[in-house]
């Protein structure tokens, strides 16, 4: 849906979202992608597209219902738009599962269903059955005199006809996923070599009638399988106060009550059963009902199995080491000499936890402050932090009980730091917390020095493996200070402190960006160089777009590496004719913001917890961080420039949302840049074949250095 927006074309964020994952569709398609990893491809866009309709969805039908009557229609084009763009993906999802399960089958790995046993497997899944996964159905009995029970959004369910020649019944089975797994290895046919695999609810198929035996004459029994997806609005109100924890339980209570937003069945269901289930869940016309295949629920795909050699699944890529830390007496003692930046996954997310298991036994570390989003279910974080109270340090942990989906292991996360003497902050009233700090306070002599840490990524061990993301640990003091500072509005956010190294959200980031691009833009006029580039997840803040548009039309080249949302429209000519942009999908999710600035010669670098979104921008506690070692400043430029060189998983954003594929000629070398990025941080040294725009402006060896920003 692309139209005009104050004299701007714009792309509605939600077909934006839809053609990311479309993205993430085509990894499941790509031959060139082990197929163990094309499956658990499916699972990933399975699992985005539950929180798209959950939370983005969700929104637009609330708008829809809500708004004024000019915008009502507005909004209910948009989804029917949405409802259309998913069953395309939908039909595309339901085709690659089709060429996935062939290429299983070639690598003698089967994926049966319960139609496909011989006796002996057959047997085998009754003995299952009875001994594993009978004791935990609970199956609902249907009928007009009673209201069908809440239904849990992140399950699927077996809607079951009963039929006999007296009567028909109907019934709801929840699929025991969580406590069993989805996909149950059995015997090998006789006479065949391979390994084979059978779902759950097909086990659960072939044992059917032995559900219900003696409760209802039957004749004939199916079962197709169902999901409902729920909107996931808290509803939370604006104080933070001791009843926080209260309030934010009994939203999740009601997030489980949640109004459906779609509903997602086998399109094998005969109409007697679908109509009925339609009308008893209240499905009305702002719902989208999505018919699909036989398997729903797919995210489970996510951990789906690898029966075969290794080859079949994606290599993983040793860390790299940092020589600098691994040499030094201990982490602080090399932060005092340098700045270092930290590359997830390629780095080890050891050396973070290793900060702070340090500071916690060091004898001069009087504080350590850490703010937390999302942390691993067993993490050494936290760990380290409940170590540092035993050690006598004064510890204060910022836990957001807002991160979505994360709620209730925040709450107990908040409890436990709670009864090891944390002191904790939940959060800031209005606002989630975001940033991803960490403030360590040594005594040195006669005055406390600062050890900082602000990063792109959660402090998870877990997402660490698979999410790219930077941290900065620094020693500068100024940083430092300003860190600290972020941790002092968070604890009492009437106070507003000057920053002049930090852009905080909500304070002055909106004014620190946009004066940043206007720089740019005044350079641009006055024949200087110039030039921006913005990596991150997402960009869809209405203001900062109009302002790029103004850099492209008077000649800034704009160069945009979104992995998600983009509403931005490059390559108009007379608008954003100096605009390209690029997503890349790989292995590895591309999570860091970066942002660069040419500034007349003069690069600024900045690395940040912040999207380009409005609510980041002005509804969140984010930081923006400078970077200024230049040895880190040529680090991140040359990762960035591999990233704008990639031919291999790089997409060009366009208006048509195409997703093609970078071209690349065919005497031109493959650059993948997620491996070449783990070479780069191996070896210091860039790969001749990529030809790199900055390669004549900054040295391309990585090495580390100080800050330049005062001590």
């Known amino acids: 849906m692309i139209g005009q927006s104050e004299g701007a074309t714009w792309i509605a964020k939600e077909l934006s979202w839809l053609s990311f994952n479309e993205r993430v569709l085509q990894e499941a398609a790509d031959p060139d992608v082990p197929v163990i990893q094309r499956i658990r491809y499916l699972g990933i866009f399975s699992n985005n597209l539950d929180e798209f309709f959950r939370v983005r969805v969700a929104d637009v039908r609330r708008l829809a219902a809500f708004s004024s009557p000019s915008k009502q229609e507005e909004y209910k084009v948009l989804l029917e738009e949405i409802r259309q763009s998913v069953m395309k993906?939908?039909?595309r999802f339901d085709a690659m599962y089709r060429e996935n399960l062939k290429e299983l089958r070639r690598r003698k790995i089967y994926l049966v269903n319960e139609q496909q046993l011989d006796t002996t497997q057959t047997d085998f899944v009754r003995r299952y059955f009875h001994s594993h996964i009978q004791q935990e159905l609970v199956p609902i009995i249907l009928d007009d005199a009673n209201p069908i029970p809440e239904l849990n959004d992140a399950s699927i369910y077996l809607a079951i006809k009963l039929s006999s020649e007296q009567s028909t019944r109907f019934a709801l089975l929840e699929i025991p996923t969580t406590r069993l797994e989805r996909f149950i290895r059995i015997p090998g046919r006789k006479g065949r070599r391979g390994k084979v695999l059978i779902a759950l609810e097909n086990m659960i198929r072939v044992c059917l009638p032995d559900v219900?035996?003696?409760?209802?004459?039957?004749?004939?029994?199916?079962a197709f399988t169902i999901k409902l997806t729920r909107d996931a609005d808290l509803e939370l109100g604006e104080e933070v106060t001791h009843t926080f924890v209260?309030?934010?339980?009994?939203s999740l209570k009601r997030r489980k009550?949640?109004?459906?937003?779609r509903f997602v069945y086998d399109s094998a269901m005969p109409n007697d059963l679908l109509e009925y289930l339609t009308k008893r869940l209240g499905l009305g016309r702002l719902d989208s009902m999505i018919p699909g295949g036989r398997y729903h629920n797919s995210k489970d795909f996510m951990r789906f199995p690898n029966l075969g050699p290794a080859y079949l699944d994606n290599k993983r890529l040793p860390a790299v080491p940092v020589?600098?830390?691994d040499n030094a007496e201990n982490i602080l003692s090399c932060l005092r000499e340098q700045d270092i930046l930290l590359h997830y996954p390629y780095?080890?997310?050891n050396y973070l936890t290793d900060l702070l298991k340090t500071a916690a036994i060091d004898p001069q570390v009087k504080s350590i402050k850490a703010s937390l989003y999302r942390v691993a279910s067993n993490s050494h974080v936290v760990d380290a932090l409940l170590n540092a109270v035993a050690n006598h340090k004064e510890v204060t942990v910022v836990v957001e009980l807002q991160a979505r989906f994360d709620e209730e292991a925040n709450i107990a996360l908040s409890q436990r730091l709670t009864d090891g003497g944390v002191n904790v902050i939940l959060g800031v009233p209005g606002l989630k917390v975001h940033s991803k700090l960490i403030s360590i306070v040594r005594q040195e002599g006669n005055v406390q020095k600062y050890y900082s840490h602000i990063g792109t990524g959660n402090f998870n061990e877990k997402t660490a493996t698979i999410y790219t993301d930077f941290s900065l640990l620094t020693y500068d003091q100024a940083l430092g200070d300003e860190v600290a500072k972020v941790f002092d509005f968070i604890a009492y956010n009437y106070k507003r402190h000057e920053f002049k190294h930090l852009a905080v959200s909500p304070l002055n980031s909106r004014d620190r960006i946009l004066e940043l691009v206007e720089g740019e833009i005044r350079n641009g006029k006055k024949g200087l160089e110039c030039g921006i580039t913005l990596k991150c997840n997402n960009l869809v803040d209405r203001e900062l777009i109009d302002k790029l548009y103004e850099a492209s039309s008077v000649g800034v080249p704009v160069r945009l590496i979104v992995r998600g949302m983009c509403s931005l429209v490059p390559g108009v000519k007379g608008l954003s004719e100096n605009i390209e942009a690029i997503s890349i999908v790989d292995g590895f999710l591309e999570h860091p913001r970066v942002y660069v600035f040419r500034n007349a010669g003069k690069p600024r670098y900045f690395i940040s917890s912040a999207d380009l979104m409005t609510r980041n921008i002005d509804f969140r506690v984010e930081v923006t961080c400078p970077v200024y070692s230049e040895p880190l400043q040529?680090?991140?430029?040359?990762?960035?420039?591999?990233?704008?060189?990639?031919?291999?998983?790089a997409r060009i954003l366009d208006a048509s949302q195409s997703n093609a594929f970078k071209p690349r000629k065919k005497s031109s070398a493959k650059i993948r840049s997620?491996?070449?990025?783990?070479?780069?941080?191996?070896?210091?040294?860039?790969?001749?074949?990529?030809k790199l725009d900055y390669r004549s402006r900054v040295k391309a060896k990585a090495k580390p250095g100080k800050s330049k920003a005062k001590k």
């Open 89 to 91: 993906l939908q039909h």
């Open 674 to 690: 997620q491996l070449l990025t783990h070479k780069f941080l191996s070896t210091g040294k860039l790969p001749r074949m990529a």
């Open 347 to 349: 780095h080890s997310f």
């Open 257 to 261: 009550k949640g109004d459906p937003v």
């Open 323 to 325: 020589p600098v830390i």
């Open 246 to 250: 209260e309030k934010m339980t009994q």
């Open 212 to 222: 219900f035996r003696g409760i209802f004459p039957m004749d004939e029994t199916a």
């Open 634 to 649: 040529q680090t991140l430029q040359s990762i960035l420039d591999l990233q704008w060189a990639d031919n291999v998983k």
